[in-house]
């Protein structure tokens, strides 16, 4: 199971939000580039790096996301206010992954050209609340099921979803095991997301069959250690 750590930018710092509330935030540096090579030099499989300010439409912090690309050798997925296969293209030309959210559900045709043209660099985006697949910066709705909006994007070849239960993200009450188990049998690749508390929590998520884990507010308030998850996963 590959080891995740999440930088989540929001004007130009480094921020956690509880259950994506922008109004609930905690700010933990100033700098995404150190703190991205912090994570990297502890031994991090991957960066998942949010622009959280182009996920709500209330700015962008592209530029922040290009220094970390460029400052960093591990790989990196990109999530964010990527509605539009312009975009999506953008972000995949530099070399990372991309994570779709909104766009996913919307324009279904833009999602399968770019799964064909970027193999294994399309992650679907699951944010759910109740069962429910959440968008636009998890405000709405999208009307979709989690195992319903797995087997559609199966269908289109992809393979990885980021699933994240909203209403644990943040909040350190450990994972929503249930889904992420229901999820896992569907034979895709599951990242977990969520509601990470401790290493007994990280090894809970590798029982349940998920193939990575993204460690976030338990990273930066020092509950877990990119060194001891890499050593349990």
């Not at 031994?43 to 592209?62: F, K, P, Q, R």
Request: aromatic content about 4%; proline content about 3%.
């Amino acid at each position: 199971m590959k080891v995740i750590a999440a930088v989540d930018i929001m004007g130009g710092s480094v921020v956690r939000l509880v259950k994506g509330d922008p109004a609930n935030k905690i700010v933990y540096g100033s700098d995404p580039v150190e703190t991205a090579k912090k994570w990297e030099a502890a031994g991090a499989d991957m960066l998942h790096i949010v622009d959280l300010d182009a996920a709500l439409s209330t700015g962008s912090n592209s530029e922040s996301v290009r220094k970390i690309t460029e400052a960093i050798r591990i790989p990196v997925q990109i999530a964010g206010g990527i509605r539009s296969q312009e975009a999506a293209q953008s972000v995949l030309a530099k070399g990372p992954r991309v994570v779709l959210g909104t766009m996913a559900y919307s324009d279904h045709d833009a999602v399968k050209k770019l799964a064909k043209q970027n193999p294994g660099k399309i992650v679907i985006s699951i944010d759910q609340m109740n069962g429910n697949v959440m968008v636009k910066g998890w405000k709405e709705s999208s009307g979709v099921k989690v195992a319903d909006a797995i087997s559609q994007f199966m269908a289109m070849g992809i393979d990885e979803f980021l699933l994240t239960s909203i209403e644990r993200d943040g909040t350190l009450r450990g994972p929503d095991l249930e889904t992420l188990v229901d999820a896992v049998k569907s034979g895709s690749k599951i990242i977990a997301s969520g509601g990470i508390s401790s290493i007994e929590d990280v090894i809970r998520v590798r029982s349940a069959g998920c193939t990575s884990v993204i460690l976030g507010k338990a990273l930066y308030d020092g509950k877990v250690s990119v060194e001891r998850a890499k050593a349990v996963a």
